[in-house]
Each structure stands twice: as C-alpha cells, then as structure tokens.
C-alpha cells in the first residue's frame, strides 16, 4: 500500500477499494499514526497558537481532544510536522514533546473527492460535479460510468445540502437545450431553487437549462446593462441576463423558444418581485422574435419624442446556434431609417482552443455576411472575452459589438452589402 495525494494524512491506499461499485464503508477503516503532544489544560491556550497550524483537519475528528481530567491532546498532521523547522524545538522549549499515537480513521472521516480517489483505478480521475439547489449533477465520461451509483450514493451521504444525484447522458440535442438526465441517488425531484447574485431562480433542471459556470458571465453582463438601457434577450432560458436587469428598473423584452423556460422565467418574476411592466416575456423563435417584438419597439423608439441617444442591448445566449441568427438581426436593424441609437450585442458562440479570439470574432463577422474588408473593421471595434472550457479543445467565448454604430459607419463609407436575401420587412 502507498499513500494517494489528496487523501487524509498517513492513510494507505488499499487495493480492496480500487473498483468498487457497491458501497461497503467498513472497508475504509484503518490504524494511523498520527503525531501528538498533550499539555495541562493550564497551558493550552499557550501551546494551541503553536501547534494550530499543524492540526490533522478531517470530518468527524477532534484534533483538540481531552487526553483525561487535566490535560488534553492535540493531534498533528506528521507530514506538516515533517517539514517544520522549528516547531519540535519550540515545543521543547515550553516543556512539550511529540508522540505518535495510533487512531482509526474511516469513511466517517473521508469527504467525497477523497473517496472516489480511493475507489476509481490510478488511471482514471473525476471532474467533480456541479450544485444546483438540492441537485447534485455529474457529467461522468464513459469509463467511470461503471461507478456512477456508488458515486451517486456518497454524494448524497457527504453533501448534506444534495437530495437529488443525476448525470447527463447525452450532450445537447433538443432545441430547447434542456439536458437528458438519469437519477443516480436520492429523490425524484428536479425543481430547484437556486440564488445567483443576489436573485432568486425556481427551475425544473431536467426541462430548462441552467449552468451554474456561467454564473460570473452573468454578472459580467449585468453589471455593464445599466437603467438606461432597453434589454432584449433572444434566447432568455429562466433568465439570468434579464432578471437582474429587471432588477435594476431596465425595460426588458425576454424570449426563448422552450416554453418551459418561458413558464419558470414568469414564475421568477413574481419570485423577485420584479414589476411585470418592466419585463414582456415571449415564445418565439428567434427570427418571429426580432421582427414582431425587437423592429416594433425599435420603430416606436425612432418615432417618438424621447430624448436621443438611447441604449439597447440584445444578449444571444445560445453558443451553438447563435450565429445562424446573426444575420436575420442585421436585416431587422437595416428597416429602421435612422438607428440613431446604440445596439450593443453579446454573441456566443463555441470555437476551438487554438486561436480561440480569431476564429470567435471571424465566425461573427462572416455570420453577420460581412464582406472582407468589413470584417477588417469589424474586428477593429469588436470586444472577444472568453467564457469557459467546454472540453479539451472547446471553448465559450462572448463577442459584443454596436451593431448599429457599426452599420451606421458601413452605410456612411457606401460599404455594406446587404445581399440578395435582404428583403425588408413589411409591417402593416
């Protein structure tokens, strides 16, 4: 047996637990030896500033323990000890010396990480899993997969807050990005409730999508949509860019083609108390939603008295498919006749790791159907901010850009070349 790194100090691996996949917690049992000094109770206080930093730090385990009636025992780790300079010499000097003393350690005093290092064979490794509410969720590659019910019951075991365990058995199919699951422990419940930032979400995981990694994008985001700036959100989910903008007093216009996401974003609404004049929350594919929700109120805008400039902001939260839509939204703005306005818009999208900013504000610009010497220009003002690893080779990225500005300064250089299919919309 050899000590595995990660693991409680001293405690051995045991072949017998490489490969299990039927949980025996007797099986983590074992003697260790553990380095201990142990003082009057009149001079604790004094030893315990030097020898805290060097406690044995396990769940369920005193390293302040009473020895008897008088004096207790501090328990120390033996490999910090090891690689102290000076400890064993200052203890001397306050007339205390270290002992080994034998303890028993098992699973009791074993968090999860440290027991699926235990069990999974040297070769393989586990990414963790991610919390959402009460939901634990795994997204184990296939040669773990014969572990996931013994992973699945100590998650629940050693994460006090997780009721539910499932895994995601499939990648992203359906159109509206919801997860394939299979329940691995606990209850049969996906409604969760989940804070972010300071705002309340209800959601049904297995029906909407919500990714808790893209928690500080979000706050990224919000933090740059002020409340002068008219939010739209093509593809909303539950709403994590609309409803702290709605918080904020921002108009906001939500859309998202699941109408599951669009039930639990109206129940968010009411959960945040958000007045329901702020926040107009559509069905829509993306397209219907530019032309018969986003061209109205732009249009209403440019005819109207309020004071100019004004802001807008259009979020394109769908990294696999929004650039298919990048497109249709240009021809959207290219009706309007002034666009005396700025349009920021944040682009996502999926791309390989090897020239991640490139390729990001290239897939833009060509989506967009600029010509060469515009996408030139186009990667001159356009912003790339990069989101997250998907994979070994893919990554999120955030393109923004003002595309009003940018078809303002294309149209004023006689530059931009709408293209045969740039028909303008009609409206009645």
């Not at 992203?172 to 300071?198: K, P």
């Not at 209403?300 to 650039?323: D, G, V």
């Amino acid at each position: 047996m050899k000590i595995r790194l990660g693991c409680p100090p001293m405690y051995k691996i045991d072949t017998a637990l490489q490969g299990m996949t039927s949980l025996r917690k007797e099986a983590f049992a074992q003697a260790v030896q553990y380095d201990c000094v142990q003082v009057p109770h009149e001079k604790c206080a004094q030893i315990s500033k030097v020898v805290k930093p060097y406690f044995v730090k396990l769940p369920n385990f005193k390293s302040a323990q009473d020895a008897n009636e008088t004096e207790k025992r501090f328990v120390l780790n033996p490999l910090l000890v090891k690689e102290s300079k000076d400890l064993d010499e200052n203890l001397q000097e306050l007339g205390v010396q270290i002992r080994k003393e034998l303890f028993h350690i098992g699973y009791d005093n074993l968090n999860f990480q440290q027991i699926s290092r235990l069990i999974l064979p040297n070769n393989q490794t586990l990414s963790g899993f991610s919390l959402i509410g009460h939901i634990a969720h795994f997204n184990l590659r296939d040669e773990i997969l014969p572990f996931k019910y013994i992973l699945g019951e100590v998650v629940l075991d050693k994460v006090a807050s997780v009721k539910t365990v499932v895994n995601k058995t499939h990648s992203i199919e359906s159109e509206f990005r919801n997860f394939h699951l299979e329940r691995l422990a606990g209850d049969d419940n996906t409604v969760a409730n989940v804070v972010e930032h300071g705002v309340k979400f209800r959601l049904d995981f297995a029906k909407v999508y919500w990714n808790p990694r893209l928690s500080q994008e979000h706050k990224r985001v919000s933090d740059l949509i002020n409340k002068n700036i008219t939010l739209f959100d093509a593809f909303c989910g539950v709403g994590p860019f609309a409803l702290p903008a709605a918080k904020k007093g921002c108009k906001v216009f939500a859309n998202d083609l699941n109408p599951e996401s669009v039930k639990w974003l109206k129940e968010n609404v009411k959960l945040n108390k958000i007045r329901e004049d702020l926040i107009k929350v559509s069905n829509l594919d993306a397209r219907e939603y530019f032309e018969s929700v986003m061209l109205p109120e732009l249009i209403s805008f440019e005819r109207s008295a309020i004071e100019k400039p004004k802001k807008f902001a259009l979020t394109m939260n769908l990294p696999s498919l929004a650039h298919v839509f990048l497109h249709p939204l240009k021809l959207t703005l290219l009706n309007l006749k002034d666009r005396d306005f700025s349009f920021l818009v944040f682009f996502y999208c999926f791309v390989s790791k090897d020239d991640k900013f490139e390729e990001a504000v290239q897939l833009a610009g060509s989506s967009l159907l600029f010509q060469q010497n515009e996408i030139k220009l186009f990667k001159e003002v356009a912003k790339v901010h990069e989101v997250r690893d998907v994979s070994s080779n893919k990554v999120m990225m955030c393109v923004s850009f003002d595309l009003g500005s940018i078809l303002n300064e294309f149209e004023s250089k006689a530059e931009i070349q709408v293209g045969s299919d740039s028909k303008r919309i009609k409206l009645s």
